[in-house]
């Protein structure tokens, strides 16, 4: 539970986050199922969806991921392998397209985390 007053620091917070736990107290899980998130904190009382649409900023937080790991990766690649296109593609198109499926729960716990931080819920 936050402390009177203040809620937990953003390390804290963004460490549940990473763990999938409530970002406000840390005590439950956001998705008691793999893909099923819970609608509120059993313990805290915090709403995981606040408004319709709400997690429209995770889908930009995991095209953000995917799209830096995608090309940092290429460039990576490049630098240190000098691969070909083709066979850059070959790798990271099979990437790009699995990766935001597994990552999708980390963007919703992080938007969820973000948010909290910066409009923490009365
Ligand atoms: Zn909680």
Do not use: D, K
Request: proline content about 8%.
């Amino acid at each position: 539970m936050p402390s009177a007053g203040r809620g937990p620091g953003a390390a804290r917070v963004l460490g549940r986050a990473l763990r999938l736990r409530c970002p406000r107290c840390g005590a439950t899980p956001l998705f008691p199922r793999r893909f099923s998130m819970a609608r509120r904190c059993a313990l805290c009382g915090l709403r995981f969806e606040r408004a319709p649409g709400y997690f429209v900023g995770a889908i930009y937080i995991n095209y953000a991921v995917t799209v830096g790991l995608a090309v940092g990766g290429y460039l990576l690649l490049w630098s240190l392998t000098g691969l070909s296109t083709a066979a850059q593609l070959a790798l990271w198109v099979p990437v790009v397209a699995l990766f935001p499926l597994w990552f999708f729960r980390y963007s919703r716990s992080l938007w969820l985390a973000v948010e909290l931080l910066v409009n923490p819920e009365p």
